[in-house]
């Protein structure tokens, strides 16, 4: 057995194992292999694989390819088991930034299975390769210990600058998010959840799968596509979403007929939480779904570097268009530019100290110690405001380079630095123009070079090759010149009250 130190293993293990499922994959075959049991037998086989006769991993980063799916959660649990860092890579992301994740975490293995063999044969570099659809043997000997300070997982996020940065969060800190929330949503052994978010974020990996696995429950994976979520509620009892998720399930709602509506709603009836996060939830499309199917959505905030820091309540009232109050063990300053506190109602950043904050940002000490203030509160770059009844409210961030776009935290300069290689754009600044869908519509100014011609299309076309779907520029400005000020830089504001 896991000696567990790691609070994060020895929550895992302790669960009833022969009989209940953790994962259901995308396929909806339910049965043996998806038992805690089975997940944890195969995971621990595949740990020893990768420890090779070494006691632990010792926090050596494996970074890991696959579907949503049972392979994927043995892969995670296998890494863990072994001492190692997990580094989740995503199947929509390009072969340059499959290559940055690998190079900036330098992973001593890596793990995937038949559908993925080929995308990752080219970013080797002589490392191992594991296949998490082989049958590994089983365990043999001592297995690693794990302390809650060991490092568990890192999660890539995008910065104010250039590439994203490769958050790295403890044991000990993956098991403060998990009992806050396990406390705050009241999580049950019971739970069917039905997840539908993508595996290299916090939300899908973190608030959502481990979530459920920290209670014991299970989790049913499915592409996302509004019809089949509809369909899938009747057998669920949580559902996670980002906004533009529920935006689609309710643009699916207004066009089914009757009779599909009404079995729709019954399904939606009978789940005890719906939550959404990572990006606002308009207050009219809160109440457009309560008013559709009696289902008030439990809207939270958190950051990948922190967690999860603000929550509306499981009971007591949900407030449109709010984020409710701290967490359990977290605590939320809204402060001016010095780091003192604002008046109640005013305006100010969130500052947060939490048990959940990351360890750092992977490789880059001087970015990390950037992170906090002398107080040790790290700043989140959002602003929002606190009410008198300890209420928070966000009301946007604080740099214009960082857009959100179906809940993904976008880099304009990432996606800038990608769009000038094209040889048409002689300068570019991308903003994000909002949009009721997406949040921010990504948007692509260019000043293009003499004699050149770029359409929308051609531009997504060859931009698809280098960056993930999910930031090509949805909408593109051809100007003559980008509006500067005397030091050179580019007024975004400008720009975007020009466009929007
Ligand atoms: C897909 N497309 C997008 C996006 N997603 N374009 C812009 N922004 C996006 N986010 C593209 C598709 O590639 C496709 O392009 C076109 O839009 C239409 O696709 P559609 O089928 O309508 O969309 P989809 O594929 O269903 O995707 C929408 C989605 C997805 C399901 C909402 O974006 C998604 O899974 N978002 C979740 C992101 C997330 O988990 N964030 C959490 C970060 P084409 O037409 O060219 O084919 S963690 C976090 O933020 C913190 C910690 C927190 O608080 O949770
Ligand atoms: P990420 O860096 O991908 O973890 O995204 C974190 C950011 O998402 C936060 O800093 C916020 O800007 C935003 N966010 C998360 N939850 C919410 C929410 N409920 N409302 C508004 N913004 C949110």
């Not at 293990?13 to 022969?18: N, T």
């Not at 000997?141 to 302390?147: I, L, P, Q």
Request: hydrophobic share 45%; charged share 20%; net charge neutral.
């Amino acid at each position: 057995m896991v000696t567990a130190a790691s609070p994060l293993l020895a929550r895992l293990l302790a669960h009833p194992i022969a009989t209940d499922v953790a994962v259901i994959g995308q396929d909806g075959v339910t049965g043996g292999a998806g038992t805690y049991g089975a997940i944890f037998a195969r995971a621990r086989g595949l740990s020893f694989v990768l420890r090779a006769g070494r006691p632990s991993l010792m926090g050596a980063r494996v970074a890991f390819l696959a579907s949503p799916g049972r392979p994927w959660v043995d892969s995670l649990l296998a890494i863990l088991l072994a001492g190692g860092c997990a580094v989740p890579l995503s199947p929509l992301h390009t072969a340059p930034e499959l290559a940055h994740a690998i190079a900036a975490t330098d992973p001593v293995a890596l793990i995937t299975t038949r559908e993925f063999e080929a995308r990752l044969a080219p970013h080797l570099a002589g490392r191992k390769l594991w296949m998490a659809d082989d049958r590994h043997l089983p365990p043999h000997g001592r297995e690693a210990d794990v302390a809650a300070t060991d490092d568990a997982l890192i999660l890539f996020t995008s910065g104010t600058t250039g590439q994203p940065k490769g958050v790295v969060h403890t044991h000990g800190g993956l098991a403060a998010t998990l009992a806050a929330l396990d406390e705050a949503w009241r999580w049950r052994r019971g739970d069917r959840l039905l997840h539908v978010l993508p595996l290299h974020h916090t939300h899908g990996v973190v608030v959502a799968l481990l979530g459920a696995m920290w209670a014991g429950a299970t989790a049913r994976f499915a592409p996302f596509d509004a019809k089949e979520v509809w369909d899938l509620l009747g057998e669920s009892s949580v559902l996670m979403a980002v906004p533009t998720m529920h935006f689609k399930l309710m643009e699916a709602y207004r066009a089914a007929d009757d009779a599909t509506r009404a079995r729709w709603v019954e399904g939606a009836r009978q789940l005890r939480l719906i939550t959404s996060g990572s990006a606002a939830l308009p207050a009219s499309l809160l109440e457009e779904i309560a008013a559709a199917t009696g289902q008030t959505i439990l809207e939270r905030y958190g950051m990948t570097e922190i967690g999860m820091a603000l929550s509306n309540p499981y009971e007591g009232p949900r407030v449109p268009g709010a984020v409710g109050a701290p967490l359990p063990g977290v605590e939320v300053d809204v402060c001016d530019e010095s780091g003192a506190p604002v008046a109640t109602g005013e305006p100010g950043e969130l500052r947060v100290r939490s048990p959940q904050m990351f360890r750092a940002y992977f490789g880059d000490e001087a970015a990390t110690a950037a992170a906090f203030d002398a107080q040790g509160r790290f700043l989140t770059g959002d602003t929002g405001t606190r009410d008198a009844q300890g209420v928070f409210r966000l009301l946007g961030r604080t740099s214009s380079d960082i857009l959100k776009s179906g809940g993904y935290k976008l880099s304009a300069l990432e996606i800038e630095a990608t769009l000038l290689q094209h040889p048409a754009i002689a300068e570019v600044a991308v903003i994000g123009l909002p949009d009721e869908q997406w949040g921010d519509r990504v948007t692509a100014c260019v000043v293009l070079r003499a004699e050149q011609a770029l359409s929308l299309d051609a531009l997504r076309g060859w931009a698809k090759e280098r960056l993930a779907p999910y930031k090509l520029p949805r909408a593109l400005e051809v100007l003559a010149e980008l509006p500067r000020n005397p030091m050179g830089k580019v007024q975004k504001q400008a720009l975007k009250a020009r466009f929007a």
